[in-house]
């Protein structure tokens, strides 16, 4: 059984920091690309960032550019959101997801994940 369990979440005060940790088991982890979203409330879930199995890395929104980095280590089956200089926007919950194996990756896509975590809360207070 596959499961993907995020933590490192919490209240920060803006210009803060944090680093997410999203810990996998039940699959070959090295194999799976692997993405974060995030989800405001009362807004859609979006995409954060991604690093593929070859370990190439790909962000979303131009907000987290340059302050938000994205990587992995696949001895631990884990994969890590490092969140730098926060602003109240970043407030969400915040998903790690492993992608859909065979098909076409697509990594700001969420049908292309087949497996969620159950979310990290971040709270950046201004």
């Known amino acids: 059984q596959v499961q993907l369990v995020e933590s490192g979440g919490g209240l920060v005060q803006a210009g803060g920091s944090l680093r997410l940790s999203c810990a996998a088991t039940?699959?070959?982890?090295?194999?799976?690309?692997m993405g974060w979203f995030r989800q405001a409330p009362g807004q859609e879930r979006e995409f954060v960032a991604a690093i593929k199995r070859t370990g190439d890395t790909v962000f979303g929104t131009d907000s987290v550019k340059g302050r938000f980095t994205i990587s992995r280590d696949n001895a631990k089956n884990t994969v890590y959101l490092q969140m730098n200089s926060l602003i109240p926007e970043d407030t969400a919950v915040y998903y790690c997801a492993a992608d859909r194996p065979g098909y076409y990756y697509r990594p700001s896509t969420r049908s292309s994940y087949e497996y969620w975590g159950q979310g990290t809360q971040v709270t950046v207070s201004s």
């Open positions: 039940g699959l070959t982890f090295s194999t799976y690309n």
